[in-house]
């Protein structure tokens, strides 16, 4: 659930810069931080209350907080807002809901919890206990409020997308494309955009020291040493950093292409 906040709130469906730049003289932007900044003290509120086990109770002024922006939205479609402007707000106002309903359910679960049940001293056990459990966890996942199942569609879609491009232009080694998708794709927007970003810096890097390592490393006894050594280091750092591992395992594809006779 905190991840799935954490994905909501820091979405961008459009430059926000430029929202703040079209309504200045709106309240709509400022009926947006506010709402942002109330679900902030919430979840600071909700941290609180799992720190000293106590229950957490959702603020009821909410409901009057989403009148208020409904109010700021129908002023700004009034006002012949373009549909894009439109669009983007209407993205905020769905992701800034969803953000409440899922805050309002942990409310709900603890009213529904029963009385005395020492569950939230326990750890998770994430053993399957038999065909219920796998039915019962199918159900908790199949289903678009799940992230696990938005992840799965998502990577579905990509890998799809990546092998019909691979067919359309007939790539040698379009493999690289899938590869390269599913390392890539996170859970969450922010995640991927960020090991996208380490995934670009490495391989630039990867490129750049292997293409002269080639030149001064021609013999292939020298070559297989450093495909072991970029291998070991790739799995050193794949867990811990990321940027590194793609560089090594940059340097790893040029050494073995090269010994393929795909190189100099």
């Known amino acids: 659930m905190a991840q799935d906040i954490h994905e909501r709130a820091s979405s961008s469906h459009i430059q926000y810069q430029t929202l703040r730049d079209q309504f200045r003289y709106s309240d709509v932007m400022f009926r947006f931080q506010r709402m942002l900044s109330m679900q902030a003290q919430a979840c600071q509120k909700l941290s609180r209350a799992i720190l000293l086990r106590e229950p957490y109770q959702h603020d009821a002024h909410f409901e009057r907080a989403f009148m208020h922006l409904d109010a700021a939205l129908e002023r700004v479609r009034a006002g012949g807002a373009s549909d894009e402007q439109l669009n983007a707000l209407g993205y905020l106002l769905n992701n800034l809901r969803a953000i409440d309903a899922q805050l309002a359910t942990i409310e709900s679960v603890q009213t529904t919890a029963p009385a005395g049940s020492n569950t939230e001293t326990l750890l998770a056990d994430d053993r399957l206990g038999g065909l219920s459990d796998i039915w019962l966890r199918l159900q908790r996942n199949m289903s678009p409020e799940s992230a696990l199942f938005r992840h799965a569609v998502r990577m579905s879609l990509v890998l799809c997308a990546g092998y019909a491009f691979i067919q359309f232009t007939g790539l040698q080694h379009g493999y690289w494309i899938l590869l390269t998708s599913l390392f890539v794709c996170q859970p969450n927007y922010s995640a991927t955009r960020h090991r996208l970003a380490l995934r670009i810096i490495g391989t630039l890097v990867g490129v750049a020291i292997g293409l002269p390592v080639l030149l001064l490393v021609p013999s292939v006894e020298g070559q297989l040493l450093l495909i072991v ?36």
């Open 229 to 264: 050594l970029t291998g070991v280091l790739f799995f050193a750092f794949r867990n811990v950093q990321y940027a590194h591992a793609t560089m090594f395992i940059t340097l790893l594809v040029l050494l073995c292409f090269n010994l393929l006779g795909e190189g100099f």
